[in-house]
């Protein structure tokens, strides 16, 4: 059974830094697209980048995260990262790492649905 666990989270000012890890806890090595959403106070859910850990295919990014925000993976398939930088008080929410297994993550991005397995989420806070 996949289990998310995600971490890095925490308060940063804006312009700061900051890096979220994620990780399939029981290393089943059974999916293959990994991803982080993000949800802020009263808003929905929203993707924000995505990796096929399979290889040969790019990354997916928000535009409002183009530029600032790089996912990738370690050696190991099923973790991922996200290191966040010029970080804006409009990044705050709490973030999740969802994961399926199938196609590559161009299929249905940036739709949530897809996703069958989700972690419970680390909170990241940008001061002004």
């Known amino acids: 059974q996949v289990q998310l666990v995600e971490s890095g989270g925490g308060s940063v000012q804006a312009g700061g830094s900051l890096t979220l890890s994620c990780a399939d806890s029981?290393?089943?090595?059974?999916?293959?697209?990994m991803a982080w959403f993000r949800q802020a106070p009263g808003k929905e859910r929203e993707a924000v980048a995505a990796?096929?850990?399979?290889?040969?295919?790019?990354?997916n990014y928000a535009d409002s995260v183009k530029g600032r925000f790089t996912i990738s993976q370690a050696g190991a398939k099923n973790t991922v990262y996200l290191q966040m930088n010029s970080l804006k008080p409009e990044d705050t929410g709490m973030y999740y790492c969802?994961?399926?297994?199938?196609?590559?993550?161009?299929?249905?991005?940036?739709?949530?649905?897809?996703?069958?397995?989700w972690g419970q989420g680390t909170q990241v806070t940008v001061s002004s």
């Open positions: 990796i096929y850990t399979d290889g040969g295919s790019s990354p």
């Open positions: 029981e290393k089943t090595y059974s999916t293959n697209c």
């Open positions: 969802a994961a399926r297994r199938g196609g590559t993550c161009d299929w249905q991005w940036p739709k949530s649905l897809v996703y069958f397995y």
